[in-house]
């Protein structure tokens, strides 16, 4: 006999009653408890690493020979450097200042009642994400230090990566004297139980997509849960007249291809037509092992590129792929920007401080960057220790989300006795 498949509506609720009961107990832990219940999680993964290497080999064996493509193998590898990696972005979280409890504003009102703006932690977060098995300590690490309880819901292609991950970290929380339904985990790979996480309002507070397109569109477009997300990492980078042409170089190659599989990955470069270097930033492209597909103008300078077509300046490659176009001036490139981007990363490469200022102003975008790679939109390298993603909307965070944006607010009224006429 085959085991029953879990009714996805009453595993969502039974996940969502305990996570909510654990969130209301670590609300109110302080911070002290909360940073020691990491440092023994971090403990943990590290003595678990090898377990966690053998599963993430499993993992590996199985993803490859299903056809996953070379960005998500990248993605979902695990190596002794990756797991310390992980390992200590937990400890880092544990050492961030903790956002609960903090006054935002305190103000006196007419009536004489003192209102203080106070943050709280939001509740219970749902992660669903893909492939990256970090995914699960990041996230577990910044909602319990955020005070939030997370229902985590991995891909299929990394099933023993997470559970042997989730299990060292919730083994830290109970050797802390954490609640351990802080951080549950979604055991069945079944996609009926993101429908059911999707349209738990009321178990579950905000849902956070990390994966791939349509991973996130389809969060995006049923979800009854607030979400925060984004949906494509098409992030330019612009090389002014006014550039070092070495700076220029060492920037465009890097914010593509460092690791070409990451959100933060350059996916188009735009040279200003009066640059004069452009042919060696192309040539720097393809000695990397990059592909180039270039506008006429590029085409021009660089015969040997291919073609662009109206396709590639919306196109997220995630691989060793990039298209690139001429533009007139920083306008030129501001307009592009404004037509093609995600309002995830873009970065001007210049010498001239005016033109910089009017680019980081004018291009609307979560992270705008002057001569840096666009590879450093991550919330590891905003010292934000970790991120549970990165957001691209307008309401509530933006950018990297880290503690600060697991939390929201509540009022707090104290008076002497008013009663209002």
Not at 11 to 33: F, H, V
Not at 264 to 276: K, S, V
Not at 321 to 330: H, N, T, Y
Request: charge should be negative; proline fraction near 4%; charged fraction near 20%.
């Amino acid at each position: 006999m085959t085991e029953a498949t879990p009714d996805p509506v009453q595993t969502i609720t039974a996940l969502g009653t305990r996570a909510r009961r654990a969130s209301m107990i670590l609300a109110g832990m302080p911070t002290a408890a909360k940073a020691e219940g990491l440092r023994q999680a971090a403990g943990a993964i590290r003595a678990a690493a090898p377990v966690i290497e053998a599963a993430n080999a499993t993992d590996m064996t199985q993803a490859a020979a299903g056809g996953l493509s070379s960005a998500m193998l990248d993605r979902l590898r695990l190596d002794p450097a990756r797991i310390e990696a992980m390992a200590a972005g937990v400890e880092a979280v544990a050492g961030l200042p903790d956002p609960v409890g903090q006054v935002i504003d305190v103000t006196r009102a007419p009536s004489g009642i003192t209102l203080t703006r106070l943050r709280v932690p939001i509740g219970v977060i749902g992660i669903v994400y893909e492939s990256r098995p970090n995914v699960t300590a990041d996230a577990a690490a910044l909602c319990v230090m955020s005070g939030n309880a997370v229902i985590l819901r991995g891909g299929s292609e990394a099933v023993a990566s997470n559970r042997a991950i989730h299990g060292a970290f919730v083994e830290g929380l109970a050797a802390a004297g954490l609640p351990i339904d802080a951080v549950l985990r979604v055991e069945s790979t079944d996609r009926a139980l993101v429908g059911a996480m999707l349209t738990a309002a009321g178990l579950i507070d905000m849902i956070v997509p990390r994966g791939g397109k349509n991973l996130v569109a389809r969060v995006q477009a049923d979800a009854r849960v607030p979400v925060l997300a984004h949906l494509d990492g098409i992030n330019h980078v612009y090389v002014d007249a006014a550039a070092d042409p070495a700076m220029a170089e060492a920037i465009v190659v890097n914010a593509k291809m460092r690791r070409t599989g990451v959100c933060g990955a350059m996916e188009t470069l735009l040279i200003d037509r009066d640059y004069a270097a452009g042919a060696a930033l192309i040539d720097a492209l393809r000695a990397s092992g990059c592909e180039v597909r270039g506008d006429g103008a590029v085409r021009a300078i660089a015969p040997h590129v291919i073609a662009a077509n109206s396709e590639d300046w919306d196109t997220e490659y995630l691989e060793a792929i990039a298209s690139a176009a001429v533009v007139d001036g920083v306008a030129g490139a501001m307009a592009h920007i404004a037509a093609h981007g995600s309002h995830h990363t873009d970065a001007i490469v210049t010498g001239d401080a005016a033109t910089a200022e009017r680019f980081l102003a004018g291009v609307d975008s979560a992270i705008v960057l002057w001569n840096a790679s666009t590879q450093y939109a991550d919330g590891g390298e905003f010292g934000l220790g970790a991120e549970i993603g990165i957001a691209t909307g307008r309401l509530h965070a933006r950018g990297p989300v880290a503690l600060e944006g697991l939390t929201t607010y509540k009022w707090v009224g104290r008076g002497t006795g008013q009663v209002r006429a």
